[in-house]
């Protein structure tokens, strides 16, 4: 054995971002840390600026500090897109806990929903990016694993049924566990969020979904000024930077506003069912306490709140 004494690096889980950020600046000044750290910005390209990338967890800020955030991200949309938007930080509801359903023996696997989706969350546009994906199943299978995505035919098809599947909001999310920077987490009415701003990307969240919800940045997003939605969440569509992971928020900046999420409006054929769970006289109660739902993956324990279901 070499009598070589080795160096410890810390576990990613160990230390948090900013206390690293922190260590860092303390012991070499904000102009020599910032110098320091010009490779790194210069790495995660335009998108990531020395404010993004020394900005505290959202749940660490004040609100005169997310007050200045959203200001600045507003300022950097008009900036690099030409379009003036408002950013709200919307709040959890009191005695309010999301859930969502689907009738699957009514869905014709149009895809209106998923073009809502990707529209409404200000999503790429060379990729096509949407945080729903449409499965074709055979009848008489549920593998959800075994649906195609890529069909091109017209639809409804014989022999098949549409199964769409985005962020179950699970009641145990297993992308949560597994953050090592606490990036992601669960809000009080049952909405799973991403800290945008504190997320590394390292995508061990999207490897643990089981439901394949997650979607990763990969550039940074192009959307025609003219096709930006310009009410936006901090927590849910504003423009992600490059690098980051995405996913459904039951569109928060709608539903926390008392409306209904951007691809139910756009079922042709109200196969979807959104509404808070705690409330006895929802619709959403009424298909959960009077429907057979079942939810995906059951055995997986992870509690999904949202349901599928199928007339009688």
Not at 30 to 45: N, S, Y
Request: aromatic letters at 8%; hydrophobic letters at 35%; a neutral charge.
């Amino acid at each position: 054995m070499s009598s070589e004494k080795s160096i410890r690096l810390p576990v990613i889980g160990e230390v948090s971002r900013r206390t690293v950020m922190k260590t860092l600046g303390a012991t070499l000044g904000v102009a020599a840390f910032a110098k320091a750290m010009a490779p790194i910005a210069e790495w995660a390209g335009s998108e990531t600026s020395m404010d993004d990338f020394l900005q505290k967890h959202y749940k660490e800020l004040t609100a005169e500090d997310k007050s200045l955030l959203m200001t600045r991200l507003a300022d950097d949309t008009r900036e690099k897109y030409g379009r003036e938007v408002t950013i709200k930080d919307h709040k959890p509801l009191a005695n309010t806990k999301f859930g969502y359903a689907l009738n699957l023996s009514i869905c014709i696997g149009c895809r209106k929903c998923s073009e809502a989706c990707h529209i409404e969350n200000n999503h790429d546009r060379v990729t096509k990016n949407s945080y729903i994906r449409v499965l074709e199943m055979s009848k008489g299978s549920m593998d959800m694993e075994k649906g195609r995505v890529d069909y091109v035919h017209a639809v409804p098809k014989k022999d098949k049924f549409y199964m769409p599947v985005q962020c179950q909001q699970c009641e145990h999310p297993p992308c949560v566990d597994v953050c090592p920077v606490e990036a992601t987490w669960k809000q009080e009415d049952g909405v799973v969020v991403v800290d945008y701003n504190w997320c590394i990307g390292c995508r061990y969240c999207e490897a643990a979904c089981p439901y394949h919800a997650r979607r990763f940045n990969w550039k940074k997003p192009e959307v025609p000024k003219d096709e930006i939605n310009p009410n936006q969440g901090l927590l849910s569509n504003r423009i992600r930077p490059q690098g980051v992971v995405e996913k459904c928020t039951f569109c928060l900046h709608r539903t926390r506003e008392g409306r209904m999420p951007a691809c139910l409006e756009a079922c042709p054929t109200g196969a979807r069912v959104f509404g808070n769970l705690l409330d006895p006289e929802s619709e959403i109660r009424y298909v959960i306490d009077n429907k057979r739902v079942f939810v995906l993956k059951e055995e997986l324990g992870t509690k999904p709140q949202f349901f599928y279901f199928f007339d009688e």
